[in-house]
């Protein structure tokens, strides 16, 4: 899944908003931190994880979305990170 799907999932559940993609950003970065979701990159040899600790992950998505905020960006496909199920989700390895 990539960010713009979170972005409409949170939209499904609060409806619309000025604060809408910061709300987002707060989930997205809450599933990493919890270890629901492992951000990473799409590459052609498919999903490559960030090598950074969950905190410090859902940091980096909190900072890139206000990032996106401030400066009036919407998401599109691949916009902050890729992210796939983690290990409390999945019971395995986010390769799983």
């Not at 950074?52 to 206000?66: F, G, L, T, Y």
């Amino acid at each position: 899944m990539y960010f713009a799907e979170i972005v409409s999932m949170v939209k499904d559940v609060v409806g619309g908003g000025d604060d809408l993609l910061a709300r987002a950003g707060e989930v997205a970065g809450r599933f990493v931190a919890e270890g629901l979701t492992v951000p990473g990159e799409l590459h052609r040899t498919g999903f490559v994880a960030w090598s950074v600790a969950p905190a410090a992950a859902a940091e980096r998505i909190r900072r890139e979305v206000a990032q996106m905020v401030r400066d009036g960006v919407r998401p599109t496909l691949g916009s902050v990170c890729w992210f796939v199920l983690g290990e409390a989700v999945s019971g395995g390895s986010p390769a799983e």
